[in-house]
Structures are given as structure tokens and as C-alpha cells.
T-cell receptor
Framework: AQTVTQSQPEMSVQEAETVTLSCTYDTSESDYYLFWYKQPPSRQMILVIRQEAYKQQNATENRFSVNFQKAAKSFSLKISDSQLGDAAMYFCAYRRGETSGSRLTFGEGTQLTVNP | EPEVTQTPSHQVTQMGQEVILRCVPISNHLYFYWYRQILGQKVEFLVSFYNNEISEKSEIFDDQFSVERPDGSNFTLKIRSTKLEDSAMYFC???????????FGQGTRLTVV
């Protein structure tokens, strides 16, 4: 079974600084996707960034980027120039890459605080 | 921008009562999901639905749960006889195909009293 682990229950960062959230996963699959979702206090789940396992290049979306280390099964999220609106719970998630409706498996989450 | 819509946003029900949570997925999506999140815990998979049938379900999704897509647009989750431990945020999600990400609704907060 696939598992996703986020070892940092809480992180904090100063506004405008950079923070990195860690995620590791375990799978025997070769084809899969990894995601970071943001959950603000409203509790809606918002996709931040995705990474296909077959791509060597790390995904980037504006101030958000990932460090995908496939051999180490590590998938960290870097937030640059942190803003107050980045404060939220961040979930790392895994999904197998197959044609059927495979599920997302989530980590425990990291609560990010942004200090002004 | 298309979005997944869930109703109601908050439902309070008495233990033992039946509840139906409703979702309208994005119109051209083919895969549909229900997840739940007990307060302070991680998001857990309940069930996936594709081609008008359940494609996968978790151990949480027992006989008390059922899903339906009755009219090609709505996707519902029914809990037949609610328990206190069913209190949680329930998220509907949909996905267009195997290569795309899932989009989540805003959630329904279910409180069982």
C-alpha cells in the first residue's frame, strides 16, 4: 500500500522569506503523480502544484516549486517570498498513474504560519 | 472557471438519521470521488466512481454508505444511519481523465448529534 508521510506538523516563516515543507512517500509503482494541496481556514482543498513521476524536471508554479527526488521518494514544496495568504494547512498527496479512478492518498499535513 | 459545487455547506443531523450529501462535479469530468476529513486529521478516501459504478472503496465505506449519480450531473453520498463518528468534513472531487488532477468542492461539514 502506498503511504505518504509529512514529518513536520507545524512550520512557520517570516513574510517574504522562503520555507520548505517536507514529504516522503512509499510506493512500488513506477507511474504515479504527486501533488501539494493547500487547505486554508475555509477548509477548501486547493491544488498548489503537481508532479508527474516520469518527468525529471521539477514542477514550478510562480512562487511554488518542488524538489522531486524519485530515488529517495521525497517530494518537498518550496514557497518563496512567503505571503500572509500562504498561511494554511498543506497536504502532500500521491496517486497512481493508471486509467482507472485511482484515489489520492494524503499525508498528515503541515500547518504553515506566516509571521508579518 | 468551472468548479465542483457541494450542498449543503453545513448539515446537522441526529444520530440514526439518514443524510444525503450532494455534489455537482465539473461537467466534462469522468471520475468522481468522496473523501472525508475528521477535524484535525488527514483527508481520507471513501469511494471513487467511474462509468456509473464504484471503481474503488475504502474500508470506511461500509454498508451504511452509498453513492449515486442519478441524472448525469449530481453525485450524491448517502449515509443510511448516521453515527457520532461520522461527524466530519466531506469533500467531493472530480477529475477529467487519468492524466489530470482532482478538483475539490468546498466541502460539507456534517455534524451528528
Amino acid at each position: 500500500a502506498q503511504t505518504v508521510t509529512q514529518s513536520q506538523p507545524e512550520m512557520s516563516v517570516q513574510e517574504a522569506e522562503t520555507v520548505t515543507l517536507s514529504c516522503t512517500y512509499d510506493t512500488s509503482e513506477s507511474d504515479y503523480y504527486l501533488f501539494w494541496y493547500k487547505q486554508p481556514p475555509s477548509r477548501q482543498m486547493i491544488l498548489v502544484i503537481r508532479q508527474e513521476a516520469y518527468k525529471q524536471q521539477n514542477a514550478t508554479e510562480n512562487r511554488f516549486s518542488v524538489n522531486f527526488q524519485k530515488a529517495a521518494k521525497s517530494f518537498s514544496l518550496k514557497i518563496s517570498d512567503s505571503q500572509l495568504g500562504d498561511a494554511a494547512m498543506y497536504f502532500c498527496a500521491y496517486r497512481r498513474g493508471e486509467t482507472s479512478g485511482s484515489r489520492l492518498t494524503f499525508g498528515e499535513g503541515t500547518q504553515l504560519t506566516v509571521n508579518p | 472557471e468551472p468548479e465542483v459545487t457541494q450542498t449543503p455547506s453545513h448539515q446537522v443531523t441526529q444520530m440514526g438519521q439518514e443524510v444525503i450529501l450532494r455534489c455537482v462535479p465539473i461537467s466534462n469530468h469522468l471520475y468522481f470521488y468522496w473523501y472525508r476529513q475528521i477535524l484535525g486529521q488527514k483527508v481520507e478516501f471513501l469511494v471513487s466512481f467511474y462509468n456509473n459504478e464504484i471503481s474503488e472503496k475504502s474500508e470506511i465505506f461500509d454498508d451504511q454508505f452509498s453513492v449515486e449519480r442519478p441524472d448525469g450531473s449530481n453525485f450524491t453520498l448517502k449515509i443510511r444511519s448516521t453515527k457520532l463518528e461520522d461527524s466530519a468534513m466531506y469533500f467531493c472531487a472530480s477529475r477529467r481523465n487519468s492524466n489530470t488532477e482532482a478538483f475539490f468542492g468546498q466541502g460539507t461539514r456534517l455534524t451528528v448529534v
